[in-house]
């Protein structure tokens, strides 16, 4: 069964540090382009991190870029996600996803989500 799985949310402080981990079970994971997305209440799903397939190259958004880091275990088919300093605007539900397009910044590459998990920052 093709499915990811997030993991790691929770209700932390402002400034502090939470890491998500996306288990895969994908047939071929490591051909795979991958990525992190949000949602937060009222506002659209949008990607915040990508991951090339062999991890040599990522992407941010501008919003996270220098605080959080997106990383892979291609043996172990996970993909995480490391958020430091994080702010109340970080709130949201985080989305592992998968792509099938070349561009790892290019959302609508993106074909397939787990189920998400909530990230809450308090003041």
């Known amino acids: 069964q093709v499915q990811l799985v997030e993991s790691g949310g929770g209700l932390v402080q402002a400034g502090g540090s939470l890491r998500l981990s996306c288990q895969a079970s994908?047939?071929?994971?490591?051909?795979?382009?991958m990525g992190w997305f949000r949602q937060a209440p009222g506002k659209e799903r949008s990607i915040i991190a990508g991951i090339t397939k062999s991890g040599d190259k990522t992407y941010y958004s501008d919003s996270v870029k220098g605080r959080f880091t997106i990383s892979r275990d291609n043996d172990k088919q996970t993909v995480d996600l490391q958020m430091n300093s994080l702010e109340q605007e970080d709130t949201a539900v985080y989305y592992c996803?998968?792509?099938?397009?070349?561009?790892?910044?290019?959302?609508?590459?993106?074909?397939?989500w787990g189920q998400g998990t909530q990230v809450t920052v308090s003041s």
């Open positions: 994908l047939r071929t994971f490591r051909s795979y382009n």
């Open positions: 996803a998968r792509s099938r397009h070349w561009n790892v910044a290019y959302a609508p590459g993106y074909d397939l």
